[in-house]
């Protein structure tokens, strides 16, 4: 005997499922958003911490330019190195 389910229980069942498909893609957009501004947080940051280390360097071959040279390279050398950009993948080509 196969058991049959009312029409009302199976709209019910179909707007609590639709009800928390939309809780869990507003869950899943909050979290989104959230680490787009911690990474935007992270990149102003660095760029703050980078110009004050642009100006410690300035300051150190100001003061050490002359009489200690190694010194001002040691500052130098926290400078980390530009990232190099990568090359863009090929498009895949079609019919292969």
């Known amino acids: 005997?196969?058991?049959?389910?009312?029409p009302v229980v199976f709209?019910?069942?179909r707007h609590a499922f639709r009800?928390?498909?939309?809780?869990?893609?507003?869950a899943q957009e909050a979290k989104k958003v959230?680490?787009?501004?911690?990474?935007a947080e992270r990149v102003t940051v660095q760029r703050?911490?980078?110009?004050?280390?642009?100006?410690?360097i300035a300051a150190a071959e100001l003061e050490f330019a002359v009489k200690q040279p190694?010194?001002?390279a040691q500052y130098k050398a926290l400078v980390p190195?530009?990232?190099k950009k990568r090359k863009p993948k090929p498009?895949?080509?079609p019919g292969l």
């Not at 009800?19 to 507003?26: I, T």
């Not at 959230?34 to 990474?39: C, G, I, M, W």
């Open 1 to 6: 005997m196969e058991k049959r389910i009312s």
């Open 11 to 13: 709209v019910s069942n």
């Open 19 to 26: 009800r928390g498909e939309q809780a869990a893609d507003q």
């Open 34 to 39: 959230a680490a787009k501004l911690s990474t």
């Open 48 to 56: 703050r911490v980078e110009a004050a280390l642009m100006k410690i």
């Open 70 to 72: 190694e010194r001002v």
């Open 81 to 83: 190195a530009k990232a």
């Open 91 to 93: 498009a895949p080509q």
